[in-house]
């Protein structure tokens, strides 16, 4: 994980830039560059990844132009050796990275559809004296714009990157790249070019396919690397995977509340099934209390589910950060927005069950991912999401969504059967219940913030706090409290958020005010 940070703004203060450079330290703790390019100027924090020499730093230049990046730039080898053999360009790195130069020159902003990534970059191009800006179709890498009191646009990877700089600071929209003031859809990748109406065993085996091919070709890094294991479907997925190729036992980390977790159990179920090198981490009410304002500050976020479900992940990785010398975290994203989620079992029909899908992938950006980038690179390491892989997004993206719909009594029926034949968990793993993972990790941990909320604000303290903010409005304690919390780091823009992540409240069943599904009428065994 990467930090970069662009003006095109000759009259930019420079400690100013070098302040906003500074706060992505933590996302790249290795070193550091400035370059005056192009009437602007570019910064760059490296977490070292891929390449882990000195000339994998960045930015890359050649012929005047200049490129950073963040991201991670899969099957970069065999176009790296067509790149050599093709067009006798020289590489002075092994960095993913340093081919992103020659590939503009030779597709201009064509390439972006080209690459099989998660990325946000920054291209200067000295030819035309453009800036070009684009960001990975589901935005799993972040990145955020604003403007300069000269109205000259600037590029962060978060939003505290740009506040010395700059004004007006909102998230880049993926699937987007940027060019001469006009911002363009590169791809829709949540909307299939063409239904697959195929029979369940083909399917399922379209599937399978992708997603092992989504994890090993993430298993490409020159750091060391580990695996968030929540015992849920998901990452166990990933990490039995990921082991089954592995010639050695993988590191898998869990966490819980010291009272109630339900996960813990599970994820050391799973670890003693494939053998992996495996870690639990309990956290206590008071850590968890403690740590709020440093989660909400990293986040940037006031959505309820997002920071209850970044207390855990957030404390976990701390603490691998402190103990391990992991650099790469793998974790099990994205699964629930393709296959569907407690709520989307009360989707009146298989039209409403799709639109509501492209719907949570294309604002993922702001939740899920949000959450696993931030836990993940505020404690200097870099996270991959195999559930991410463009092909196998744009996969599922395509099945007939009425094979999808919770028809078989089993959420996610076709992940499940898709591996069942694998032996690769067990059976009772792979047909668990569904738990939202801010309960998985206790039950306690969201009461918990309620109460402290409740001990925070009287009734009257509530209403006349909830009248400050006009933008989504909040509506319990809690709520009111994280955007308090939000505010106080991020002032006036709570905008860069689009609104709750709730259940669909338009379908019925769906109409409850607070975000964990266990307060939907079927979570059942979840949270046992």
Known sequence: MCGILVTTDELTDPKAFEAGLASLADRGPDDGRILSIGHGTMGFRRLAIMGLNEEGMQPFVRGGSAAVCNGEL??????????????????????????????????????????????????????????IASRDPIGIRPLFYGYTKNHRICFGSTAASLMPIAEDIMPFPPGTYYKDGVFT???????????????????????????????????????????LLSGGLDSSLVCAIAQRHSRTPIRTFAIGMDTDAIDLKYARQVAEFIGSDHTEVKMTRQEVIDALPEVIKALGTWDITTIRASMGMYLLCKAIHKDTDVHVLYTGEISDELFGYKYTDFAPDAQSFQIEAEKRIRELYMYDVLRADRCISANSMESRVPFGDLSFVHYVMSIDPSMKMNTYHMGKYLLRHAFEKDNLLPH????????????????????????????????QDFKAGCAKYTW???????????????????PGMDRMIKDYWLPNQSWQGCQVSDPSARYLSNYGASGI
Do not use: N, Q
Request: glycine share 6%; with cysteine; aromatic share 14%.
């Open 185 to 227: 859809a590169y791809t829709h990748i949540e909307l299939p070019d063409a239904m697959i109406h195929d029979d369940l065993e083909t399917v399922c085996k379209g599937i399978h396919d992708r997603l092992v091919e989504g994890v090993l070709k993430r298993m490409d890094a020159d750091a060391p690397v580990g695996y």
């Open 74 to 131: 899969y099957g970069f080898r065999p176009v790296k050796k067509r790149l050599e053999e093709e067009d006798h360009y020289t590489f002075r790195s092994d960095s993913d990275c340093e081919i992103i130069l020659p590939l503009y020159e030779k597709f201009g902003t064509g390439m972006f559809a080209k690459l099989d990534a998660e990325y946000a970059m920054v291209i200067y191009d000295a030819k035309e004296g453009s800036w």
């Open 472 to 490: 989504h409005r909040p509506y319990t304690k809690e709520s009111l409290m994280y955007r308090d919390i939000f505010e106080s780091y991020y």
């Open 428 to 459: 009772s793993i792979l047909f668990r219940d569904k738990a939202a993972f801010s309960d998985a990790v206790g039950h306690s941990l969201a009461d918990d913030l309620k109460a402290l909320a409740e001990e925070k604000y009287s009734d």
